[in-house]
């Protein structure tokens, strides 16, 4: 994860560890990954990738080269992904070697986060949720009005990152009218009256960049029902997604209904992020 990244580098500068930040500075054609991406290297660790295969073996022998022979100098290499490396993206990435110090990370901006999600319900679905939410760069609020609600550890039992902030709180409505314009919301708690209230408050902004409850077809007309009674409008109820998740993906275990979840909301995240940059190119597939 790019943010894990950087937050290493930081550490290894802290640490005085030795290491070069690889950086891919210009890609063009169908290549693995784009410009601004960065690997850390050092002599016998590497976190991140710039895409793997061919070019990154290539990449952590350069990076090792260099730290070997206590190289200062940043330095460019270009490589065709196809006619030098035998990879079929086929394009070209040229690619960066500096020494991780003061002014590579001040070169290094913090990546903006895929989505801001506000997710409501510290049950076994949220914490699947949770856990996947933990290996992306978003920031997730996770929210329960329940002192117990929330497991120490992920899934994995590995402890909580710092993008994934638990927090006890009552006044759901508030929560909503707090968070962030373009905010996602998740609605997922222990009580169907409970959920009906967070996802009317989030469909009556008008910002709200997702509106997801977990549910039946037959909860979706319920609310629907109650939120017409209630003076919304279709068009407005029509953001509501219930129920959650995308189609196809079959089984009602956490972990797979909060694949489908995650899923659903990276889609959202895409379309929202190109509708923000509509002028921004899309990202080519891997031949």
Not at 83 to 107: F, K, M, N, T, W
Not at 260 to 282: F, G, I, K, N
């Amino acid at each position: 994860m790019d943010r894990d990244t950087r937050l290493a580098a930081m550490h290894w500068l802290e640490q005085r560890t030795p290491a070069v930040v690889v950086e891919i500075v210009e890609a063009r054609g169908s290549a693995p990954r784009g410009a601004g991406t960065r690997m850390l290297v050092s002599a016998v660790q590497a976190i991140g990738t710039i895409g793997g295969g061919h070019l990154e073996f290539k990449a952590l022998a350069a990076a090792r080269a260099m730290l070997a022979a206590r190289e200062t100098q940043a330095r460019r290499e270009r490589y065709p992904l196809g006619p030098a490396l035998g990879q079929c993206c086929g394009g070209v990435v040229e690619v960066e070697y500096a020494l991780l110090d003061d002014s590579a990370i001040a070169r290094w901006p913090a990546s903006p986060p895929l989505m801001h999600l506000q997710m409501h319900g510290g049950g076994h679905v949220g914490r699947a949720i949770a856990t996947l939410l933990a290996t992306l760069d978003v920031h997730c609020d996770w929210i329960d009005e329940r002192d117990d609600a929330f497991e120490p550890t992920t899934t994995l039992g590995t402890p909580w990152p710092d993008n994934v902030r638990r927090r006890v709180a009552d006044g759901a409505e508030a929560e909503v009218a707090a968070a962030p314009a373009g905010a996602f919301f998740l609605v997922l708690t222990h009580d169907h009256a409970l959920d009906l209230r967070i996802v009317e408050a989030a469909l009556r902004r008008d910002d709200a960049g997702f509106v997801g409850v977990i549910g039946s077809k037959s909860k979706r007309e319920r609310f629907r029902h109650r939120l017409e009674q209630r003076g919304m409008s279709d068009e407005r109820i029509a953001r509501m997604q219930c129920p959650v998740g995308i189609a196809g993906i079959t089984g009602k275990q956490p972990e797979i209904i909060a694949l489908a979840v995650v899923a659903q909301l990276m889609q959202h995240a895409t379309e929202h992020a190109e509708t923000l940059s509509p002028a921004s190119p899309r990202p080519r597939t891997i031949a």
